[in-house]
């Protein structure tokens, strides 16, 4: 990529993504990037900076082109170590890092980018002004590749110094997206409050309705998404219902949950008439969901999930019920008995293989293994991302099941130390998921699908800072970014 032209348009593809409007040019920005792609890696790089490089790199591979991270080494010397004039290029190292977290196993050259980046952006804060001193922060805090895009747009549009033109329509973009959010989340409400699940269960359920529409809103924000947005929410809100059902009636009603697997696992509405009444409204209302998907899929794309549907809701409850009995008999599983587990009770695996028919995958699942990385991966960093977050706040309800406290007992270490292993494995399967991103637009899976796996992957860690600091209020500033307060031209 030769000419300043090609940088300068490089530049504006990144804002464009950056403001989350990159969308309404989806296809000239492909066509552009396979132009630039071809150009990319041999001695047309050469002269390019830093900055400029990992910002091709990272873009390419955001946009699932394999770019080798070879294309580093020529900033290291001659003792394999990168240059150390690099250590003051502030902005090189900011697209440096960046470019680090698209690291796939294997490609050691990025974590050592990730360690050196990291290393003297710390040391080039305390000499910067200001303002690049907190974007530098911010960028060490929240990388790219785990941030959500709308919350990442709206932090982008209050700070951003850049063509005005383009932030008055970023601006524009985000209050008209708002609008349709807002009005998204009036009808999911009603349909939640419609439901009567909670004149039924009262506070023994949890009530969060903004919190799941929430969820469902950062996973796909799109404006045309709002019907996806909708059942995403539905779904979500009936799988911590049911994940209350375990936790509240495990002791004294373990004979009508396992009832109630069975009603799951048959599909058969006559075998929950001896079930409590809220139990048979749970189960109701999330065969309806559940079926109303399966209209929706089978409608678009003539095909019938009704054997997906079933496996799928069925290993959830099962594993709900697997997790209730390790409790009830206080044997504990090892870690990755937990995981494989908890990976299920997540209900992303549910959630994710609805999804991929709902969104027109043109590539039967089964061509894809028994649970396709792009499903499984983003289910197990949400959920580690969750128990790094919640093992304090379960452990004071005297809710014990968390990976952190299953890794500290069976390996007995502290809980620092397990936290740290935890970190360890969601880093790992990042690479892995990063990994199936770039073959799965190989395989045939849209665009559309592999940014929503993607998002599942990133609500883990939104989750994760609302246990970590004072969960209401961090959930109530989310929530007025994203659905009341409107960004100011």
């Known amino acids: 990529m030769g000419t300043n032209d090609e940088l300068e348009l490089v530049k504006s593809i990144n804002s464009l993504h950056r403001f989350d409007i990159a969308y309404h040019f989806a296809h000239e920005i492909e066509a552009k990037l396979i132009s630039f792609y071809h150009k990319f890696g041999g001695s047309d790089t050469s002269e390019h900076n830093l ?22 080494r020529k900033f290291k010397d001659f003792e394999g170590g990168f240059n150390v004039g690099l250590a003051k290029d502030s902005s090189g190292l900011m697209s440096f890092y960046e470019a680090s977290y ?9 974590d050592e980018a990730k360690v050196f980046a990291k290393t003297h952006l710390e040391a080039l804060i305390p000499l910067l002004h200001p303002s690049p001193a907190n974007q530098t922060r911010h960028v060490l805090e929240h990388p790219l590749r785990f941030t959500l895009p709308r919350i990442g747009a709206r932090n982008y549009i209050e700070r951003s110094c850049e063509d005005q033109d383009m932030v008055e329509l970023a601006i524009l973009e985000f209050n008209y997206v708002q609008s349709l959010h807002q009005r ?47 059942e995403f929410a539905k779904l979500t809100a009936l799988i911590f219902v049911i994940d209350d059902l375990f936790d509240v009636y495990g002791d004294d009603q373990l004979d009508d949950l396992v009832l109630f697997v069975e009603a799951i696992n048959s599909w058969d509405t006559a075998s929950v008439e001896q079930l409590p009444r809220h139990m048979k409204l749970c189960f109701s209302a999330f065969m309806n969901v559940l079926n109303g998907i399966r209209l929706m899929v089978l409608t678009q794309n003539g095909c019938d999930i009704l054997q997906h549907s079933k496996a799928t809701s069925a290993s959830l409850c099962k594993a709900f019920l697997r997790e209730v009995r390790w409790l009830k008999s206080q044997s504990l599983p090892s870690t990755k008995e937990y995981l494989d587990n908890a990976t299920t009770t997540s209900g992303l695996l549910l959630v994710l293989t609805h999804f991929y028919f709902l969104m027109h995958q043109q590539v039967p699942m089964e061509q894809l293994g028994p649970t396709p990385s792009l499903i499984f991966l983003p289910a197990a960093i949400f959920r580690l991302w969750d128990d790094l977050g919640s093992s304090k706040v379960e452990r004071d309800r005297g809710y014990d099941a968390s990976y952190v406290e299953f890794y500290a007992k069976e390996h007995n270490v502290s809980e620092e130390y397990a936290r740290k292993e935890t970190l360890n494995l969601i880093d790992d399967a990042w690479k892995k998921l990063n990994q199936a991103s770039l073959q799965s637009g190989l395989q045939g899976l849209t665009p559309a699908f592999i940014r929503l796996s993607l998002n599942c992957a990133r609500l883990g860690q939104l989750l994760y800072s609302f246990g970590k600091d004072d969960q209401e209020t961090t959930m109530k500033e989310n929530v007025k970014k994203i659905f009341i307060e409107k960004i100011s031209c």
């Open 184 to 230: 998204d989340l009036q009808e999911f409400s009603k349909w939640w409050e419609e439901l009567g699940i909670i004149k039924e269960m009262g506070f023994l359920t949890r009530n969060q309705p903004v919190l799941w529409f929430m969820l469902s809103t950062l996973a796909l924000p799109e404006p045309q998404c709002s019907r996806l947005r909708i």
């Open 102 to 110: 698209f690291e796939c196993p294997g490609e050691d050259i990025l």
């Open 51 to 72: 900055h400029t490089v990992a910002l091709q790199f990272r873009l390419f591979r955001q946009q699932g082109f394999y770019v080798s991270p070879d294309v580093f």
